[in-house]
């Protein structure tokens, strides 16, 4: 590869981009959306490749692997040269498909006779099984067939679908593929076992024999079947094989013989660099070999030459916990509750199973395979242990994201990889093989740098730690129950006729009694089963807020915190499609604008700057050099991840493109807009407004209403009665009523449908107070089906609608109110949804609510939902609160809403009680 190495290193002193942590990749080669993990095969769908080369232009994909990952499509891809497919950073995605930045279709297949076919038959000229590495220089071709336990040699880049190869080297002929150097046999000059590794610089064939635990070099061209290498790296000569003893604690390590190799690599300054599998290693030898065997150089991964372990934290021989000897790689990230120091689980110099190791002359590429990640060393190392500067994969150097089993949405995600096999580099792009995800990860150098978390819910742009305490069991009256949040406990004793969700609901209202806990807000979750928890202050210092359970001896309900303390606050925002959401970063623009506020669509390029979502042009509300306003496309509802990045041209021509940052994709995760000129200390006033200038009350019916249950409903001297009859539900009763009550001419109020759930809503017919105190009721028989009943007993309590809840005009019990809201996911009915279109105001149905269904919290008390969907007109969704009838008078009372396990933001609005209670 080497004249065409020197044409990416030229290229690599020219840009001037840098890589960052925990960014995405830019591009997807392999899937139809950048988390499908889709099996199959085709020629746009991979299955779970490994090996990958590019040369001359000319990107080619083994398509199998042996790190297990499924399916195994026995074949390699060939695709057309990448300038007519691979878009360059400065390039805009091309419009009209769902992922433009989801590239790459295969011209040519070999290893089988089209693209469907995944078989794998006995050896041939054309044949391959299991197939782990490529390599081309844009003119030969090398594959390693590492099942037939051969190298396939084409002199040019096939042109023709399963063309057979002019050279096979491993082995004599084409249809052999003996096994030589296991059991008693030695291996030779000529002979391969289960190669993993192929490599071409400047007509010189390198090989990773895996199997053999050696690196073959040819010097001379290949000319023939079966050709003998002319240099051994790793044994002390072609037919020594010493098989290391597995069952040693300590294995016999130097700078001279390897264990497993998987990779080997050259760079254009003449140095050699050898995934040293076995022994956790990357070797480096600042000189290509020219005689058997010498010692590399430098070692990254351990602390030197003679140490083999996997993420070498520290040695701990006798398993105390404490540091035995001081070789070790990570230094202590802090102490315990004993004071003695505690060490992460890796860092940026520990490595396991290292996987490949690249050069563009400059820096170097690891995959660090068994820690699910790619380290980047700005500079070559010139010494044992060197510590990368960069990591791609995860968010810092002391996480294994990937490693939790219950956590797909990391594992799919944008910017995360399993088990990275190999790698590329085209002198601009950093390509990386996923074979658990299905797809090749292409990620790009960028002039501005996105942070990890850059990409936030624009109504709730703080990061807040979570947890819970999960409740399952029996109950049992006297059963002692202790949460601990913080060191301050909580403490509930079971009576008779509790359930576990009012044993739920009892420790939500000890949690946020009054002021509520220092550290958290309490949230119940009754579909999960629990009590869910937020870090009361944002990003990772509410990491540190301890959670505990404790319960009395026998008792049989089982308490199960989520973890040891709340966990998140350092993690990128969780996001819903159609949220609008801010962009942070440093020098996005050099100017300050707004969409003109008629805009319908939101314009896809202002002042210079677009925003791209999976490659799809975004919405742009405002743009300015710390902050780009845009939505989130709804297409990326299909996703568990997007990834977003920057094109902005400047004012004086020159275009700056940033680097791509992961979107975590959830079904709704609600955020409520604040007051927008506040700029205080979190929780922050919300954006409240009174919700009527009409006297209002609420009537719930639930249950399953029975054929002869008798529905009675009061509003002050007015009583209506209707009887179930078959074939009615919940919706055809509240349609009765409403029905029923608007039949009568005297009764002063207008009855309607809510918009959640099934409420008979009743305004007042006139504005103003006059009807403000009107008692209502609502019964049905308890031996019945159906429940119903009133969340306020009175009606209440005509403001002046849209007017904002203030000091000066606070909020009362039972009043409506209205916030605003984004991030609560897409809507029904279905004309509702397909009104919710990218960029544009929606312009569906007045009746319309998420999929997930809204809850909410005021005052540490239910505030009934009356209604949430989108507001026609707006971006937004609208939420209407009707608040509980006792919540105490408060300045500051805090409001959150819920979906599913996702729950907003905290923000105040001050409330007035005029009758507190005693």
Not at 172 to 198: D, H, I, K, Y
Not at 272 to 282: E, S
Not at 621 to 640: C, F, G, H, K, R
Request: aromatic share 6%; hydrophobic share 35%.
């Amino acid at each position: 590869m080497k004249s065409f190495a020197i044409l990416f290193f030229a290229a690599a002193l020219g840009w001037s981009a840098d890589f960052t942590t925990g960014q995405a990749a830019r591009l997807i080669i392999g899937q139809p959306n950048p988390t499908a993990q889709q099996d199959g095969a085709s020629s746009s769908q991979v299955g779970a490749p490994s090996g990958i080369a590019i040369g001359g232009g000319t990107f080619v994909l083994a398509d199998d692997n042996r790190v297990g990952a499924f399916p195994n499509n026995n074949r390699v891809l060939i695709y057309p040269p990448a300038g007519n497919w691979l878009p360059q950073p400065s390039d805009p995605p091309a419009q009209g498909t769902r992922c433009p930045i989801c590239v790459g279709d295969a011209s040519i297949v070999l290893g089988q006779p089209d693209f469907s076919t995944t078989n794998f038959i006995a050896p041939t000229q054309s044949s391959l099984r299991q197939p782990t590495a490529v390599a081309t220089d844009g003119t030969m071709l090398a594959v390693a067939d590492t099942d037939n336990n051969r190298i396939l040699i084409w002199k040019n880049i096939p042109s023709s679908n399963g063309a057979p190869a002019d050279y096979v080297l491993g082995q004599p002929n084409f249809t052999s593929n003996r096994v030589v150097g296991s059991g008693t046999s030695t291996p030779n000059a000529t002979s391969l076992r289960g190669p993993q590794g192929v490599w071409i610089d400047n007509g010189r064939l390198f090989v990773a024999d895996t199997q053999n635990h050696r690196v073959l070099i040819w010097t001379r061209s290949i000319s023939q079947n079966g050709q003998a290498a002319d240099i051994v790296v790793g044994q002390q000569n072609f037919t020594a094989h010493v098989e290391p003893d597995l069952t040693k604690t300590n294995l016999e390590t130097d700078a001279s013989n390897l264990l497993n190799p998987v990779s080997v690599t050259t760079d254009p300054m003449g140095r050699m660099f050898v995934a040293d599998l076995g022994h956790n290693r990357v070797l480096i030898w600042k000189n290509i070999p020219t005689s058997n065997n010498p010692p590399a150089d430098f070692e990254i991964g351990q602390p030197d030459m003679t140490h083999a372990f996997a993420n070498y934290v520290l040695d701990d021989s006798n398993g105390d916990g404490k540091v035995d000897d001081p070789t070790g790689l990570c230094p202590s990230n802090g102490t315990d509750s004993d004071g003695n120091p505690t060490y992460p689980s890796l860092c940026a110099t520990t490595l396991n199973f290292p996987r490949y190791a690249l050069s563009d002359g400059t820096r170097l590429f690891v995959a660090d395979g068994g820690n699910d990640r790619v380290l980047i060393f700005n500079s070559i190392p010139q010494a044992n242990a060197a510590a990368a500067d960069i990591v791609l994969g995860q968010p810092n150097f002391e996480i294994n994201q990937n490693s939790d089993a219950a956590n797909p949405l990391y594992r799919s995600s944008t910017d995360s990889v399993r088990t990275p096999s190999s790698l590329a580099w085209d002198g601009t792009n950093l390509f990386v093989s996923d074979p658990y995800n299905r797809r090749v990860l292409v990620f790009t150098p960028g002039d501005i740098l996105l942070g990890y978390t850059a990409i936030r819910n624009a109504a709730s742009p703080e990061i807040y730690a979570v947890g819970g305490v999960g409740i399952t069991g029996t109950i049992n009256p006297k059963d002692k129950l202790t949460i601990t949040i913080g060191g301050k406990d909580y403490v509930y004793t079971v009576v008779s006729g509790d359930t576990l969700d009012t044993v739920i609901d009892h420790f939500v209202s000890l949690i946020n009694a009054g002021d509520g806990d220092p550290n958290a807000f309490a949230y119940a979750n009754h579909v999960i089963g629990g009590v869910q928890l937020t870090a009361r202050n944002s990003g990772e210092g509410g990491n540190s807020v301890s959670l505990g359970t404790a319960t009395s001896t026998s008792a049989q309900i089982t308490l199960t915190a989520s973890g040891a303390t709340l966990a998140g606050g350092g993690d990128a925002a969780k996001i819903a499609p159609g949220t609008i959401v801010s962009l942070l970063g440093d020098n996005l623009t050099d100017q300050t604008l707004q969409s003109p506020g008629s805009a319908n669509p939101l314009p896809t390029e202002l002042g210079g700057v677009e925003v791209f979502f999976d490659g799809i042009q975004a919405g742009l509300l405002s743009v300015s050099p710390e902050m780009i306003n845009a939505q989130i496309p709804y297409e990326v509802s299909d996703a568990t991840s997007s990834t977003a990045f920057v094109r902005s041209r400047f004012t004086d021509g020159t275009l700056r493109v940033s680097t791509a940052t992961g979107v975590p994709i959830v079904p709704q995760n609600p955020g409520i807009f604040t007051q927008p000129d506040y700029t205080g200390n979190e929780p922050k006033p919300g954006l409240v407004l009174h919700g009527s200038s009409f006297s209002t009350g609420t009537v719930y019916v639930e249950g399953a209403p029975l054929p002869g249950d008798i529905i009675n409903v009061t509003i002050g001297d007015h009583s209506y009665s209707y009887t179930v009859v078959d074939g009615d539900t919940k919706a055809s009763v509240r349609d009765a009523l409403i029905a029923l009550i608007n039949a009568d001419p005297d009764v002063p109020f207008v009855a309607s449908r809510g918009g959640v759930f099934n409420r008979v809503r009743l305004v007042a017919k006139i504005p103003g107070p006059d009807y403000d105190n009107i008692l209502i009721s609502a019964s049905s028989p308890e031996t019945g089906g159906a429940a119903v009943g009133t969340f306020n007993g009175v009606t209440c309590c005509a403001s002046q609608a849209g007017a904002p809840v203030t000091a000066a005009s606070p909020a009362r019990p039972g009043e409506t109110i209205l916030i605003y809201a984004t991030g609560l996911g897409l809507v029904t009915p279905d004309d509702a949804r397909q009104a919710q279109r990218s960029g544009y105001e929606y312009d569906g149905p007045v009746y319309n609510q998420p999929n997930a269904d809204v809850s909410s919290m005021a005052g540490g008390k239910t505030a009934n939902v009356i209604a949430a969907g989108m507001q026609p007109g707006t971006y937004l969704f609208q939420v209407q609160l009707e608040l509980n009838s006792d919540i105490p008078t408060n300045p500051s009372t805090q409001l959150t809403i819920a979906q599913d396990i996702y729950v907003s933001n905290i923000v105040t609005f001050p409330v007035v009680n005029p009758n507190p209670a005693p």
